[in-house]
């Protein structure tokens, strides 16, 4: 069983906070499903539960409720309202007190000594290291969203894209041009594209779009869901003296992304 609450604890306390998140809740079980996970409890994280003290947390929650009588616990987990240097001794004596058994469990290192977290991983995909990002997650980082109406300028200068609107709390990250693959609700297997996150400046300034171009594709998919999944930064965003000069760039890097998928 895997036990997750349903937002960011912190958003609980201050409305304002927006976590950067690199899985929406859905995502989330849905990666936990393929891992083989036999249950996922998601829990409603309330101002009666914030206010939970560890021991309270592990006898109400977890024993009494759910059952538990082991805890995996990562290296760097804590969880109910804190005293001053409550920890992983104090969770494992609460444990033999109610009969669970605390286990730790060891944090996975780069070769630089550097642990997987979702911090480094954030670092890696605001500096444009898909791949990176990519061997600590297990899989490419993906954006998921609604295709909603654009600008129509691609489509006239023969690269139509698929415009996502993707869920506020998710990462986006750094500006640029990207290989990508994409799965499109109703259709099966993952077709090839390149996607351009920025702000379309050989336009004027405009608001952060993600929009994909779908290699050898062109149906109305307006409405369905776009799964776009990032494999590698090809280049920064920049602004083209002329139109001319941005459709020249964009077969350059049709052609660089298909070489790169060879």
Known sequence: MVITFDRHPRMLFDTSYRPNMLTTIEERLEYLEQCGIDTCVVLEFDEAMASLSARDFMQEILRDRLGVRMLLLGYDNHFGKRKV??????????????????VPCDGMAMPDGTHYSSTVVRRLLAEGHCQQAMQCLGRPYSLRGIVVEGYHEGRKMGFPTANISVDPL??????GVYAVKV???GYEGMFLGMMNIGHRPTYGTYSLTIETNIFHFDDDIY???LEVFL????REERRFESVN???????????TVDTFFR
């Open 183 to 185: 799965k499109i609700e």
């Open 85 to 102: 240097g409550e920890g992983f001794d104090d969770y494992r004596r609460y444990g033999e007190e109610m009969g669970i058994e605390v």
């Open 245 to 255: 000069a941005l459709v020249e760039q964009l077969r350059k890097d049709a052609c």
């Open 170 to 175: 998710k990462v986006i990250p750094v500006g």
């Open 231 to 234: 494999y590698k930064k090809m």
């Open 223 to 225: 409405g369905k869901t």
